[in-house]
T-cell receptor, first 113, second 109 residues
Framework: DTGVSQDPRHKITKRGQNVTFRCDPISEHNRLYWYRQTLGQGPEFLTYFQNEAQLEKSRLLSDRFSAERPKGSFSTLEIQRTEQGDSAMYLC???????????FGPGTRLTVL | KNEVEQSPQNLTAQEGEFITINCSYS?????LHWLQQHPGGGIVSLFM???GKKKHGRLIATINIQEKHSSLHITASHPRDSAVYICAARSNTGNQFYFGTGTSLTVIP
């Protein structure tokens, strides 16, 4: 296993378009987290999954954002009707369970023009 | 006010110096993480601790639960330690993480 992977690594889109990102966690990791990071800031928590269940969502996750983890393995994060303020690095992390360290993916850098 | 505050924001040190980065938090936590982020975005987890002290190589992390404070120490710093170091606190009322804005460390040869 080579760690957490994310696809794509970079995405440029026009305002108003929908985008979808994918995260493949480390095998057998039950927890999967999504974060957003803007330049010069620390990551911000968006949401997390315990297996296929989405257990917590940040107030940052507006109605335009939706995340799924249908089979408890990979996860997708979709942003509808993108806005320029959505431009950021979107990071995924996974952990074996709640009390284990998180392993981060390389991130998907989104630019909304 | 952020739930997690780090200091300093920027730090420049000469190779070999002992470095301390501080993290204070205002929420109840179940664990605190120290992360390292290199240019290009890759994040590596350095420590996860809920009490006391942990050591890994030249890195030492301590936490004082009563004072709601944690420190990351780097002994015998090296230019390859240059990175952004981020403190992250996991809330004890859920599983939300609160992140500091990071400390940008530059170690000069």
């Amino acid at each position: 296993d080579t760690g957490v992977s994310q696809d794509p690594r970079h995405k440029i889109t026009k305002r108003g378009q929908n985008v979808t990102f994918r995260c493949d966690p480390i095998s057998e990791h039950n927890r999967l987290y999504w974060y957003r990071q803007t330049l010069g800031q620390g990551p911000e928590f968006l949401t997390y999954f315990q297996n296929e269940a989405q257990l917590e969502k940040s107030r940052l996750l507006s109605d335009r954002f939706s995340a799924e983890r249908p089979k408890g393995s990979f996860s997708t994060l979709e942003i509808q009707r993108t806005e320029q303020g959505d431009s950021a690095m979107y990071l995924c992390a996974s952990s074996l369970n709640r009390d284990h360290e998180q392993f981060f993916g390389p991130g998907t850098r989104l630019t909304v023009l | 006010k952020n739930e997690v505050e780090q200091s300093p924001q920027n730090l420049t040190a000469q190779e070999g110096e002992f470095i301390t980065i501080n993290c204070s938090y205002s929420v109840g936590i179940s664990a605190l993480h120290w992360l390292q982020q290199h240019p290009g975005g890759g994040i590596v987890s350095l420590f996860m601790l809920s009490s006391g002290k942990k050591k890994h190589g030249r890195l030492i992390a301590t936490i004082n639960i009563q004072e709601k404070h944690s420190s990351l120490h780097i002994t015998a710093s090296h230019p390859r330690d240059s990175a952004v170091y981020i403190c992250a606190a996991r809330s004890n009322t859920g599983n939300q993480f609160y992140f500091g804005t990071g400390t940008s460390l530059t170690v000069i040869p």
